[in-house]
């Protein structure tokens, strides 16, 4: 039986050991110089997830990279002067960054980190689902790859998806949207507009359960509610803010509330308790009924980044990103839209 157990919901961030990788402090303290040497040395700059472990996130600070969500992150390898970017997040990350810099070299810690999105949409799949809708304009979150990107005619981040489809729905277009149901049914009821959606969800968000989050409101009353628009429609009907990760950070540092549970994955605490030093986050449980885990809210892609892995992947120079000539060029027009919206 699924019930909840106030003490192990209630747990607050900071008690939180899970997001935090375990570094003695000279472990740490090396680690840290000599990523910083070998990132002078190769004119390397970091680029890491809000949902990476906070050390890596910490070190991109401390480094002048970029720490941020999955839109600005592709804008800042573009952008930065550095010739090396190192991409700590999943794959298709790396891969957009390719994409939109293919004269920069990408490497990430690992190419093990897929996403759950990304595996959910492969391409034969998805071509034959596009072919049954001819007459439509394929909108494709920038969680696919390269080969979905290629295909697709707008890629759209959880920033600007709403107001991406707002715009065509207002220029009379009927939508394809894929993977995630979740937001293509959050975007279909905000907008109203024509969408037929391609069925796959987040295995983070996805656990995010209306039972066990409207108890803990109820032990909370005080608190209020972020959540991200990849979780289920009845989840984010509790929420007192929905939006991106950049938008979940922006709206705990405006709405006044001292308290806040936030549905997301947790590598986001980080930035929200740096931010708001005192405020407090507490996580969203996913142990309600019907969840397959307990209250893990962490993407297990995402947390096989290490510093010990960027460091490797930067001294033997390997995990390269490279993406097919043909694919890059056809998922670039669809992606610099993105950019450019
Ligand atoms: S948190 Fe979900 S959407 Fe994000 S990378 Fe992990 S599986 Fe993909």
């Known amino acids: 039986m699924n019930e ?61 990279g970029c720490v941020s969500d999955s839109l600005q992150m592709a804008k800042f390898g573009q952008t930065t002067d550095a010739n090396l970017l190192v991409v700590s997040g999943v794959k298709f990350m790396g891969e957009t960054s390719k994409i939109l810099s293919p004269e ?24 034959d689902f596009c072919d049954q809708y001819p007459d439509r304009e394929i909108v494709v979150y920038a969680n696919t790859s390269a080969e979905v990107k290629a295909l697709a005619d707008w890629v759209v981040t959880s920033s600007i998806a709403l107001e991406v489809v ?25 907008t109203n507009a024509d969408m037929v959606l391609w069925d796959s969800s987040c295995v983070v968000h996805d656990e995010f359960k209306f039972q066990g989050l409207q108890k803990m409101k109820a032990l909370h009353p005080d608190a209020g509610v972020l959540v991200h628009p990849e979780s289920p429609m009845d989840v984010i009907n509790l929420a007192d803010a929905v939006g991106s990760t950049s938008q979940i950070i922006k709206a705990a540092k405006e709405l006044n509330y001292e308290k806040f549970i936030v549905a997301t994955d947790k590598g986001i605490f980080y930035q929200l308790q740096k931010e708001n030093p005192n405020k407090e986050f507490f996580e969203a449980p996913t142990a309600g009924n019907g969840a397959q885990c307990k ?33 890059a060029l056809e998922a670039q027009r669809s992606l610099n839209r993105m950019t450019s919206f």
């Open 104 to 127: 920069k070299t990408v490497l990430m810690p690992t190419l093990e980190a897929t996403c759950s999105l990304d595996l959910g949409c492969p391409i034969e799949d998805f071509k």
């Open 4 to 64: 909840i157990v106030p003490g192990h919901i209630l747990k607050r961030h900071q008690d939180n050991i899970l997001i935090k990788k375990k570094y003695d402090p000279d472990t740490l303290k090396n680690l840290k110089k000599s990523i910083k040497k070998l990132l002078d040395e190769k004119n390397g700059v970091l680029i890491s997830h809000y949902y990476v472990d906070e050390e890596i996130q910490k070190l991109t600070e401390e480094t002048n």
């Open 295 to 327: 209250s893990c809210s962490q993407c297990p892609w995402m947390g096989l980044n290490s510093l010990e892995n960027l460091e490797r992947t930067l001294i033997d120079m390997k995990n390269l990103i490279e993406v097919p000539n043909q694919i």
């Open 166 to 190: 707002e715009y065509l729905d207002s220029q009379n277009k009927k939508i394809i949207w894929a993977p995630d149901k979740h937001l293509g049914k959050y975007i279909q009821t905000k």
